[in-house]
């Protein structure tokens, strides 16, 4: 039998990536700059209704300079969504400035809007929040904005997860005056590795900001014959090769998205009535994407996660814990923690990421659960 992943690459059907990679090669555009980078641009901002769009090699990249580019400097404090994978907090630290860790709800898994205005409370010198849509799982964003215009405080959405997610008919990652999106090769669609910093000031100043953030992904090289540098640049670019995938993936996009809602809902229906058995919460009013289905094992559950990890693994099957929160992890853990009940802990604790990979088959999918079941026997 086959093994199953989490989440692998899904190449479209059609080989739409490889005729833009093509193209790349036959006109020897094989550099970070080309007309795929700029059509990639223009297709993503147009896909999720952002005003402009900088595309960078990584998500992690994205939010590092989505942080400069709010003007976050050596000691200002930012408050960072407590569960999440360590690439939202990490650039906090690369800018030497202070994460603060709010904890999330269990309405959305995300930052809890509570404890955020109580962090505002506690912490002054605030100079951006980022909330993240973990697992495809929108953020509260009517309550963080509002939240956070009261405070006059800049939003960055950590939407490397959630690119087909929308909140109220509006996709995440465009509510803030930054969002940012991954290509890394697990996520929804992928290009390898790549990111996309998007801006939803309004439209001239937004252009403005990202040529900025261009600039800076391009060693900050000033306009100059010779080699001139005013400030400290990166590279960050992505190259025109890896934009001709990012074109050829998003327009299998909305199929990968039906694709992983489908996989959530088998997994409801076949595992749902399990005792002790609950899944991530998604909401009427919003689309998840449904990233990775996520399922939750009570505290009196008999089956714990490191079972049902154990019995898959054994199947040759992919599963993995739900992000550890980042005031639990050794490198932050002198770092403040606004809780809320811990939500995020037992959310940790309790979770099991099953397999959502688009390339299984149904047979896969009653392999799963078939297995998962037999643990209650
Ligand atoms: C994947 C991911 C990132 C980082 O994206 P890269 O493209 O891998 O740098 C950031 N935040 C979250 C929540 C992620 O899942």
Redesign the pocket.
Known sequence: MAHIYLASPHMSAEGYEQEYIKEAFDTNWIAPLGKNVNEFEKELAAYVGAKDAAAL???????HLALKAAGVKEGDVVFCQDL?????ANPIVYEKAVPVFIDSDHRTWNMSPDALERAFETYPGVKAVLP???YGLPADMEQIMDICRRHGVPVIE?A??SLGSYYHGQHTGTFGDYG????????IITTS???MLVCNLEEEKAQERMKKARFWATQAREPARHYEHKEIGYNYRMSNIVAGIGRGQLKVLEQRVEQKRKIFACYQEHLGDLPGVSFMPLHEEERANC?LSVMQLSADCPVRPLDVMIALEKGDIESRPV?KPMHLQPVFAKCGYVDNGNVGTSLFRQGVCLPSDTKMTEEDLKRVCGIIRGLWK
């Open positions: 090699s990584a998500g992690t990249a994205a939010i999440t994978f360590s690439a939202t993240v849509h973990l950590d490397a997860e940012i999106f991954s290509f890394n090769g697990n996520k590795g790549g990111g990233w992000w």
